[in-house]
């Protein structure tokens, strides 16, 4: 997961996933330090729930990795930060 200052920079309703929060990765400075690398920067991270047939998994989504570098929370949480945040929200990723 990339580690870094962000900021909400969509709101998807539609996602294979309970809501989904666009988190705006990567900034045009981890794309240019990226192709100095030769590497892919990735992206397309979000806050989302749980996956839309899914969601009886509840907070036992917790037990194992499989987000591949998003942040995933319940769908109760989810409907209530989709809610709350506005693009533009600043928000903190650290391991």
Not at 29 to 48: T, Y
Not at 64 to 78: L, M, P, Q, S, Y
């Amino acid at each position: 997961m990339p580690e870094g200052s962000y900021r909400i920079v969509g709101h998807n309703p539609n996602s294979a996933f309970h809501l989904s929060l666009r988190i705006g990765y990567p900034t045009p400075e981890q794309v240019s330090a990226a192709a100095k690398r030769g590497v892919n920067p990735g992206g397309d991270i979000m806050i989302h729930g749980l996956p839309n047939d899914r969601g009886w998994i509840g907070s036992r989504h917790t037990e194992f990795d499989w987000t591949d570098g998003c942040v995933a929370v319940t769908n109760r949480e989810i409907e209530w930060l989709y809610k709350a945040v506005r693009d533009g929200t600043p928000v903190e990723i650290q391991a």
